[in-house]
């Protein structure tokens, strides 16, 4: 077919021009919800892997290359030759702002093929030789040796060589039990550079002061997290981690996170705002995370208490807490490291965090929960941010100066906060969305679940552990599938016309802002099952729906599904596609019966990895 011969061709992206702005990036202005005119196609934003990352041009690209080139491979030693899957240049705020020239649809490069002569054997990868600057459009292969993962809680201790073969961990931080090498598995021990002996034993020292076991904590951000086995070890006690690490020397440790089942996006705190909407974290968590707290004017420190609950906790472990101790072993006078912890404490106190826990290397604040009320004594208002809409944080940058929360109803333990009305719809906080609303959204994903369970029976098995939600509305789909089994990370697009991703960390859910005209901040093979309610009819002339699904296919593992609700116009030209992207696929009516034009569009990835031919140059 015309469609599987062009799917896998690549279209280059010429090199683009910098902004006049500087730090900005041309385009059009961005509102609540990323922009003000939503008929104008959506320029690229700083990826949240890239925020941060201080290196030149030449450098990251040459990194990036490299890393594609193991990832795609089975090996180290034996890289994948680029012409398979060269990823195009990403913009950061530390490098030239671009403007993206969107590649010819598939129609017109499916006729210029057919005029040239263009013959490409039915499901397989080209040789096509690719510049730096051009964008690919290609189905990236699994390493040799790829198999299922295993299953939870297996996982977590678990992990396959040769799904991400990656040794230098087991090197690195040996003596830390973050990971052994054995035979053809990785295991994880569990342990940390804090906490060498187990994460479930750190935790328990932790739950000497932090209620985990009453269902006031249920979510979590883990900071420069490693492998995650602090947020791995946390699902024993029912609480959800939104783990980051960046992608450094320390090689793959976000992939390593998934592997295991955990939930983890690549990122940094650099200088853009992270992309959660204000006061979504009951906990917040640093284990010798390398971030400078008293860089920037302690800009880190005000982006924590953004995300903070008012009544949620922040736990530093590691430089500078005990330097006394410690000074020599991480090679820091004990002036600077003094100075330090003495700017930490201070910026604590300015954001009104009560410290209520201080044992070896380990500090645990709280910040108070009527936080505003000590806001406005002592001066403090003059520290406050001047903001109409504290979720406002789409490529909005970081800002040292203490974010007002509203004074909200109380929000219920967890579970009973699952499906209880969120204080931000009972105050009115998010325009269009009433508790009625709220009810009604509920009752009917209830009734979807039900059919998708009827249509694919591992639904609800620990076949699926690591669920993407790419348009989670409300977070319902999430809540009814809830499980210990498995999590849903629920993405709330930049371009939806109402902001709901505060609502859905209301829930005791977690989630991020993303828009999918740019790729995702994680690894090929990491979910399980992807599911998208009208996410083709949203992105309509917004950017390319094949770019859209090719970047599904790299998130998504091999024998993988995919659950598409939308449009029979819009599934029908999907189908289409996906057809020469090794999908098996099938339209199924809407629940309701064949007349209502809302379908449902069920796709499973079949298993396939690259030959030696397409790994050779």
Known sequence: MVVKQVLI?????PLLQQSPHGSGWSGPGRGATGRTDPTQPYPPRPLFFRRGLIVSNATRHDATREK???SSSGGATKPTSTKIFSPPLLPSPLHPPVTRAHPPPLAAAAAAAAAAGSSIPPGRLPAVSCRETEKLRCLIPAPKGYVTPFPWPKSRDCVPY???????????????????FEGDVFRFPGGGTMFPNGANAYIDELASVI?????????????????????????DRNVLTMSFAPRDSHEAQVQFALERGVPAVIGVLGTIK????????DMAHCSRCLISWKSNDAMY????????????????????????SNHQAWKRSQEDLEAEQNVIEKIAEMLCWDKIHEKGDTVIWRKKADSNECHNKDGRPSKMCKIQDADDVWYKKMEGCITPFPEEAQLRKFPERLFAAPPRILQGRTPGVTEEIFEEDNKLWKKYVSTYKRINKLIGSSRYRNIMDMNAGLGSFAAIIDSPISWVVNV??????????????????????????EAFSTYPRTYDLIHANGLFSLYQNKCNMEDILLEMDRILRPEGAVILRDNVEVLNKVRRTVMGMRWKSKLLDHEDGPHIPEKILVSVKKYWVGNEEENSS
């Open 9 to 13: 061709h690549c279209s280059p992206l």
């Open 68 to 70: 594609v080139k193991s």
């Open 492 to 517: 709330v697009p930049t371009i939806s016309e109402k902001n709901t991703l505060g609502i859905i960390y209301e829930r005791g859910l977690i989630g991020i802002y993303h828009d999918w005209c």
């Open 274 to 281: 992270l992309p959660y909407p204000s006061g979504s974290f």
């Open 211 to 235: 209620p985990f076991t009453d269902g006031t904590i249920r979510t979590a951000l883990d900071t420069g997290c490693g492998v995650a086995s602090w947020g791995a070890y946390l699902m």
């Open 162 to 180: 040769a799904n991400a073969p990656y040794k230098n961990l087991t090197v690195e931080k040996a003596v830390q039990n973050w990971v052994q």
């Open 301 to 324: 420190m005000f982006e924590v208490d953004r995300v903070l609950r008012p009544g949620g906790y922040w736990i530093l472990s590691g430089p500078p807490i005990n330097w006394k």
